[in-house]
């Protein structure tokens, strides 16, 4: 049999991780309130499920949006063969408007900037293509979205090399820490890039500062490389301080129009501002026209279907719809993540504080055994299976601190929460309880100790490995250990 | 500083092919608006059959607004689909369809299918899991204008040419096929796999049984793979009737060797047959699992709309529609590929003989002034900018062969193909003309210094 390539058979597709073994753990039990009322909760899906509800009657109220028609009269042959990658021009016009809203129309968007993609996934693997060749690097600061993993690296054969940022500070980039991962790099032979940012933050929930995007913009500015904003949760910021953009920040400090103002690129989506995930609806925008003109022709791997992009620009033109559905969105998620985070401080339980976002930044680090990784996946193996609530432990995003862990809110229902709430408070006072608990906890140890096979996967991060001066090749990458073997073992256990 | 992708020309869009399309956006034919506007023929597009889709839309209604069989809605579903494994109910009607096309002659398993944004997303991500950078893949020639950049631009990997000529009507011969094997080898380059567009894009033809086995043992051999493109295969409108590589592979001798389909793969789309490209729904078909499970992660890149899904899942699974749409639509392409073959017949054009595909391969040899790429081009730009129409040459499609065009026939009405063969045969007519003018002039003038010489020589004589 003719070999296949080594993207097709090594593990950089990043699917091994903790990250999506806990999603196909929850695929096997779901939790269902009527039919499976035992079932794992899912908690490590950063979906908003709170407001279709308000989706649902514009859509009755504009059948012509789904139905393909204008003014009553069926266009559905005019979309069935518009395939052009610059995108339906009145789509692109709506989306820059609403970006722009989101902003506080303190940005402005041309949407001749604008280039369409399936999804995030699609643009953020694009903009890798069109800025960095294969064994180049961008600077990623931890703890990241899993999925980047996969998304930048996988198939355009660039490295992310991490900007380690920690509890002292919140978790907010410094410049001793942009510089210390720049010499990294550097040592591992790399050339950097560019740096990309999730603002508002995945896993944390925080919008970056001011001072955080200047310090950036310095850094990309001196070293003449690219940044990237993936600004895909700007429009679930539900409390102060409110959404600043980086190119707001370039328009503050007069950068339009210099070298810099070429190099900043924004990644968008509706997928988490209006919970629309299965339509794949992403966006590059780009005040470079080169930028945009490779990533218009790359998105023919990956254009919006037409019947969607008509769809979506009907809805985003309501000017009146959007307004109320974001002013609406923003209650729920506040009113969701304050019933996470009081109902986990009732159980001894911290959150970083966070204003955005579908998910809370938790502090579970005083329930480890030791303050190790190993420690961790124990602690994240429990709440899995014996607590059946996934959630995803901060070593799946790189952070460099064991006992951090994402819990998303915004995926389920005010009842379902307040069961996963109850569930985590019980686990905790069982732990804090007696020694017999701690007893159960040791056996359960030594068994899991016999059963996994401790070649430290958590280790295999590179970003960790202190003696690592060649670069790893392409076709290896020292992974998550086989989670699933740990599952098998546990599942024969049980 | 960018990426070399993006300031490099390999996304090969700087072809002709493209470049006559930038040409019509600029001036584009309209019977009332512009009547004098150039008339795309470059474009591989199915417009005949619409009315059938939109009827049947028109009596779905529940499924455009994203309702279920009980009117309630299933939007709230849909919003949050993304699982990249896609809709069962979608692939499920789309195996059935697909084996349709094939007269039921083979079976697909719902679960060896990956839908992508598209066939050029299919293509790109086949290679990225079959084909590492730096290594190759052999193409016949001529071949469609965009495998450049769906194969070759992200992937890095090279493709190399298995050059086929009229001499046997385009046919790939084994002794091409060994050719362009054992070039590839003294580029120093390893070949993956063989990738074949069946029907062909831009020939328009399908390939016979022993063909297709002669290429599945030149893989079992070389040890490599076969990627079969048959985004056309709902088009074919004539005899012989279509065969699929599988079909070819299901032969009992070629089925001895276990490990055959693994190495044959399938991508396909419904952007040809039902003519919907804008709604980005193409596929991948393999029985290699790890291809399966691999494709099936970077279809994440390019994911098929759940919206678009669930309104395709139900027309597909309308078996009455689907019969209806494939017999008019076979019934239509076969008439209008017939005008448009007999319209240039009346100018002393012929046409590679086709029965499949939404496009003709057209002989232009004779209306080159040499025998040359050059000539070739040429005459494209006259056709394009004097008259008026778009039609893509070999060139651009890597014929190693000049003076043959691909003239799309599916993507207009039936007036514009009349206003298209009357302004070539205007210019047929008038080539013709000045070139017997200038044949004449020409001639007149050969004559007159013939006579010169004939009288020069002749004093020369005198005076000796």
């Not at chain 1, 380690?164 to 510089?179: D, Q, R, W, Y």
């Not at chain 1, 809110?409 to 709430?421: G, P």
């Not at chain 2, 066939?119 to 730096?134: M, Q, R, Y």
Request: proline letters at 4%.
């Amino acid at each position: 049999m003719g070999l296949l390539s080594r993207k097709a058979t090594c593990s950089t597709h990043g699917q091994d991780s903790s990250y999506f073994l806990g999603w196909q753990e929850y695929e096997k039990n779901p939790y269902n309130e009527v039919n499976n009322p035992t079932g794992i909760i899912q908690m490590g899906l950063a979906e908003n499920q709170l407001c279709l509800d308000l989706l649902e009657p514009w859509l009755m109220k504009n059948p012509d949006a789904l139905g393909l028609k204008r003014d009553g009269i069926s266009i559905f042959k005019e979309l069935a063969l518009f395939q052009d990658y610059n995108g339906f021009p009145a789509f692109k016009r709506a989306l820059v408007d609403f970006m722009g809203e989101i902003r506080g129309n303190k940005v402005s968007f041309d949407p001749n900037h604008v280039v369409l993609t399936a999804g995030a996934t699609s643009a953020n693997e694009t903009l890798m293509f069109c800025l960095a060749d294969q064994g180049d690097a961008f600077l990623l600061p931890t703890p990241y979205y899993p999925g980047f993993d996969r998304d930048l690296r996988w198939r355009t054969g660039v490295e992310i090399v991490p900007i380690h940022c920690t509890s002292s500070n919140g978790f907010k980039v410094t410049l001793p820490a942009i510089e210390q991962a720049y010499r990294q790099a550097q040592k591992r032979k790399l050339r950097v890039k560019g740096v990309l940012i999730t603002n508002p933050s995945n896993p944390l929930g925080t919008t970056m500062a001011r001072d955080e995007l200047d310090l950036l913009i310095n850094f990309i500015e001196d070293k003449q490389i690219h940044l990237i904003s993936d600004e895909i949760y700007s429009g679930t910021v539900f409390t102060s301080p409110s959404f600043v953009s980086v190119m707001e920040v370039l328009k503050d400090r007069n950068l339009d129009q210099t070298q810099v103002w070429e190099r900043v690129h924004i990644v968008y989506s509706l997928s988490k501002d209006l919970g629309l995930p299965g339509f794949r609806v992403g966006a590059i925008y780009s005040n470079d026209p080169v930028v945009v003109s490779a990533a218009t022709k790359m998105s023919s791997f990956g254009l919006v279907s037409s019947q969607t992009q008509y769809l979506l620009s009907a809805m985003l033109l309501d000017k009146k719809f959007t307004k109320e559905y974001m002013s609406e969105n923003h209650k729920r998620l506040q009113k969701q993540q304050k019933d996470l985070v009081s109902g986990l401080e009732k159980a001894g339980i911290r959150c970083l504080d966070s204003n955005a976002g579908l998910f809370c930044w938790v502090d579970m680090r005083h329930l480890l055994k030791s303050n190790t990784f190993e420690a961790e996946m124990e602690l994240w193996q429990k709440f899995v299976y014996h607590v059946k609530i996934n959630i995803s432990p901060g070593s799946s995003c790189h952070c460099i601190e064991p006992g951090w862990f994402r819990v998303c809110f915004a995926n389920m229902s005010e009842s379902t929460l307040k069961l996963a709430i109850q569930r985590l408070k019980s686990f905790v006072s069982s732990i804090g309880m007696n020694s017999q608990g701690h007893q159960e906890l040791k056996s359960l140890r030594r068994k899991a100790r016999n059963n996994w096979v401790f070649r430290l996967s958590l280790q295999s991060f590179y970003d960790r490995e202190q003696d690592t001066t060649t670069k790893v090749s392409f076709s290896y990458r020292p992974h998550f250990m086989s989670l699933s073997n740990i599952a098998a073992t546990l599942d024969a256990a049980a | 500083m960018l990426s070399s992708k993006a300031s490099s020309n390999c996304h090969g869009q700087d072809s002709l092919y493209f470049l006559g399309w930038q040409v019509y956006e600029k001036n584009p034919f309209h019977e009332v608006e512009n009547p004098t506007g150039i008339i795309q023929m470059g474009l591989a597009e199915n417009q005949l059959s619409f009315d059938l889709v939109e009827s049947w839309i028109r009596e779905n209604p529940d499924v455009m607004g994203l309702k279920n069989k009980d009117g309630e809605s299933v939007f709230r579903d849909l919003a949050l689909f993304q699982d990249y494994h896609g809709m069962p109910a979608f692939k499920n009607e789309l195996v059935e369809y697909m084996a349709k096309i094939r007269g039921n002659k083979v079976k697909f398993d719902p679960n060896n299918l990956v839908l992508a944004a598209g066939a050029t997303s299919a293509n790109e991500t086949l290679i990225f899991c079959l084909v590492d950078p730096g290594d190759a893949i052999l193409l016949p020639t001529p071949s469609y204008a965009g495998f450049d950049r769906d194969l070759k631009w992200r992937t890095g990997v090279e493709i190399v040419p298995i050059h086929c000529s009229s001499s046997n009507g385009f046919r790939i011969s084994m002794f091409a096929l060994e050719e362009a094997y054992e070039r590839t080898q003294k580029l120093n380059l390893k070949v993956k796999g063989v990738l074949i567009t069946n029907p062909s894009n831009p020939l328009g033809t399908t390939m016979t049984k022993d063909e297709l086995q002669s290429l599945i043992t030149f893989a079992i051999d070389k040890d490599i793979h076969l990627i079969s493109d048959e985004v056309f295969s709902g088009t074919v409108f004539d005899s012989p009737c279509f065969i699929s590589i599988m079909e070819a592979a299901m032969d009992s001798n070629l089925k001895r060797n276990t490990d055959v389909l693994s190495r044959i793969h399938i991508v396909y789309s419904l952007s040809k047959d039902l003519g919907l490209p804008g709604f980005r729904v193409g596929m991948i078909y393999s029985n290699n699992q790890t291809v399966v499970s691999a494709a099936t992660k970077m279809s994440s890149f390019g994911l098929v709309s759940s919206q678009t899904q669930y309104l395709l899942s139900y027309m597909l699974a309308n078996k009455k529609f689907t019969s209806n749409y494939m017999k008019r639509n076979q019934k239509r392409l076969k008439k209008r590929k017939e005008m448009l073959v007999s319209g240039l017949k009346k100018s002393g054009i012929n046409c590679l003989k086709s029965n499949a595909g939404l496009f003709c391969w057209v002989d232009m040899r004779h209306l080159l002034c040499s025998n040359t790429f050059e000539a070739e081009t040429d005459l494209w730009k006259k056709i394009l900018c004097e008259v008026g129409l778009n039609i893509s040459p070999g060139s651009s499609f890597h014929c190693s062969q000049p003076g043959w065009f691909r003239v799309c026939f599916a993507n207009m009405n039936q007036s514009t193909l009349q206003v298209a063969l009357r302004r070539i045969k205007d210019f047929v007519e008038r080539s013709s003309f000045n070139y017997q003018q200038n044949m004449g002039s020409l001639s007149r003038k050969l004559i007159s210094n013939w006579v010169r010489k004939l009288s020069s020589a002749d004093r020369e004589e005198q005076e000796r």
